[in-house]
Nanobody, 129 residues
Framework: EVQLQASGGGLVQAGGSLRLSCAAS????????IGWFRQAPGKEREGVSA????????YYADSVKGRFTIFSDNAKNTVYLQMDSLKPEDTAVYYC??????????????????????WGKGTQVTVSS
């Protein structure tokens, strides 16, 4: 059974940090890119960041560049999203997803809701001002 288990969300003040984890199982981790998306109430889903598990290529949305860092622990089949300098506008439910395509293609597929291989359940991130 394929599982993508997202965790690490919570409530934090603006300027604070959180680290999200996406633990994968049920598929060959090294063959996939893993990405993070977020969706705030009343807004469309937004691609945040993605990483290739095979070669470490990364992608970041402009809105999080310089503040978020994505990295992978292939031994644990887990991808992490380190979120620093958080802003109230980062408040959203964060989802992880996996796809055989690369990081950029994964972001595109998620943005147009087309053909993503796997989605996980979300974790809530709330940033207070």
């Amino acid at each position: 059974e394929v599982q993508l288990q997202a965790s690490g969300g919570g409530l934090v003040q603006a300027g604070g940090s959180l680290r999200l984890s996406c633990a994968a199982s049920g598929f060959t981790f090294d063959d996939y890119a893993i990405g993070w998306f977020r969706q705030a109430p009343g807004k469309e889903r937004e691609g945040v960041s993605a990483i290739s598990s095979s070669d470490g290529r990364t992608y970041y949305a402009d809105s999080v560049k310089g503040r978020f860092t994505i990295f992978s622990d292939n031994a644990k089949n887990t991808v992490y999203l380190q979120m620093d300098s958080l802003k109230p506008e980062d408040t959203a439910v964060y989802y992880c997803a996996a796809d055989r395509s690369g990081p950029v293609a994964l972001m595109l597929r998620g943005s147009i809701d087309s053909g993503m291989d796997y989605w996980g359940k979300g974790t809530q991130v709330t940033v207070s001002s």
